[in-house]
């Protein structure tokens, strides 16, 4: 074998992946989609009746905590107030008890306040939970091999854009 047929066969079996890569890119080409998660969450039904019904289901509490916050107001005012006639060990007794109430309030508040989250995770999850099975559904359907969350894409144009058929399934 010559130089130059081992020349040649060299640069032919270096470039042999790249010509069967570029040959296989070309015949197929790859479905792309995006959906704006914004749009579809929203305008969505399901989101006002998840906020209406997390609203009703922390109402009670939220006004009972509104509640006690205006009565530790009061009680730190009249404390202020009658500290000037008031014994040292009266005052002393009273602040303390204040402080007591206030510590558990902040509690009850935080409490509170990881039972909202949990409960908004929770209903979040389980519209989020249909709305990728809708989007699933529709890149099967319709042979997507990718769909992205619009906000996640610098540009992107309009007819890849499949949030309003997702709109679509999700109000039937």
């Not at 404390?79 to 005052?91: F, S, Y």
């Amino acid at each position: 074998m010559n130089i130059k047929s081992m020349l040649l066969s060299s640069v032919l079996l270096f470039n042999l992946p790249f010509a069967l890569a570029q040959t296989t890119t070309s015949t197929t080409e790859n479905q792309i989609a995006v959906v704006d998660m914004h749009a579809i969450l929203d305008n969505s039904p399901k989101m006002d009746v998840m906020r209406k019904g997390l609203e009703e289901q922390f109402a009670k509490e939220h006004d009972s905590i509104a509640a006690a916050q205006t009565e530790l107001q009061t009680k730190a005012k009249k404390i202020e107030t009658d500290a000037t006639v008031m014994t040292k060990t009266a005052l002393a007794k009273a602040k303390e008890s204040l402080q007591k109430e206030q510590k558990a309030l902040q509690e009850r508040q935080i409490k509170f306040q990881q039972s909202v989250y949990t409960a908004q995770d929770n209903a979040m999850k389980t519209i989020l939970d249909e709305v990728t099975a809708v989007v699933t559904t529709l890149a099967k359907t319709n042979h997507y091999d990718l769909v992205v969350p619009k906000n996640s894409t610098i540009y992107v144009k309009e007819s890849f854009d499949i949030t309003e058929q997702v709109k679509s399934k999700l109000s039937k």
